[in-house]
């Protein structure tokens, strides 16, 4: 069947709880994780080369020169980009490589890549992700607010998304994502070599008999 | 999330075991079965309204006259068809109903429900296929030809069907369909109603603050 890796984009609300769950796809089930270049300050506790791949911005804009990036941005003075290469190798060795990105890189690379499954990870209802914000307790009201403002835009963005998987229970949430990647495997459209094998096989079958 | 049910079109090649599979579907994991009607006599241990619904040719002719089967078909003289009442009723209480049939059947329901997902239970490769013929034991050499033969006629089907699931081990083959069946109900295009509620939830929490 379908031998070549999958491009997963991840993306979702703010506070919806993405991170632990692509944490957990990738040490539950093993998929690749791609990690984004910016050109920021380690934060206490970051890894280069684990959080992100840190770079100055002189390392960044040659990258963008020399085409390196699948996608990049550049928010509040700093650049954040996707390395193509680790991508490409992933998916020609036939490993899924899961990808967490905010909604206007997830279209970027839509464009780029128009077989990559992408998933949104929403909560059950909108005061759960309220709730939720609130309860980290490390942000102030406001923003919160702006976080709540910028979910409500997003809901108009869900629809580009291929799915959208509920964050109500971790485990089950990382299990459901885990199941929209083994179905996207068995599309036909991904197994078109398969049925052109099968068919060849069941002529050479059928004359020797 | 989507709350309609699924209807979800079962086929495959010959002696791939679709119909193991189908039993324990719904054994395991609760699926509606659509049992088919047929005019045909039943087989000894064939229990009416389990293996099929058993009709009269005047029963069935009628039941085709009231709009009463998704779609009907007649092969070798007898009917076969697939009752609507039981499917439609299932779908508006949410509930996913399978049905197994041949592949022009299913083309026929495609045309009715797109929304249906159409899955074709396949071999891991063509050899297997023949060996699990000829190990039935209980069909002669002609009978097997005969089914290579359509099997190799149906291998230009699978590209209509929306996901091909190898049934290599029977347990790994139910949950790859059921995998395939809850992703189905994660897509986006199926969950509009969740979205636009999200969206109206949130625009009452922000102005509530």
Redesign the interface.
């Known amino acids: ?1 379908n031998k070549k890796g999958l491009l997963i984009v991840i993306s979702g609300f703010s506070g919806v709880g993405k991170g632990t769950a692509v944490k957990k796809l990738v040490e539950k089930y093993g998929y690749s994780l791609s990690v984004s270049a910016t050109t920021r300050a380690p934060r206490t506790g970051e890894v280069d080369g684990v959080d992100y791949h840190f770079k100055t911005v002189e390392e960044f804009e040659q990258l963008i020169d020399y085409n390196g990036f699948i996608e990049w941005a550049q928010y509040v003075e700093n650049y954040y980009g996707t390395p193509k290469k680790f991508v490409e190798d992933e998916l020609s060795k036939g490993n899924n490589v899961i990808l967490e990105i905010e909604v206007q890189g997830a279209m970027h690379i839509k464009e780029q890549y128009p077989d990559a499954v992408l998933i ?1 990870i ?1 909560a059950p ?3 759960t ?2 709730n939720r914000l609130e309860g980290r307790g490390t942000e102030d ?1 406001k923003v919160i ?1 702006k976080r ?2 910028r ?2 835009e997003e ?2 963005d ?9 964050n109500d229970d971790l485990d089950v949430c990382v299990d ?1 994502i885990h ?2 990647i ?3 495997g ?3 459209s991904r ?2 070599e ?2 052109q ?3 060849s ?6 004359n020797n ?1």
Request: with cysteine; net charge negative; charged share 30%.
């Open positions: 069947m949104f929403t209802d909108a005061q992700l309220k009201e607010a709540l403002k979910a409500f809901t108009d869900m629809v580009a998304y291929d799915y959208l998987v509920v459901d199941s929209v083994c179905a996207e068995f599309k036909s197994n078109r398969y049925m094998n099968m068919k096989e069941l002529e050479v079958i059928r008999k």
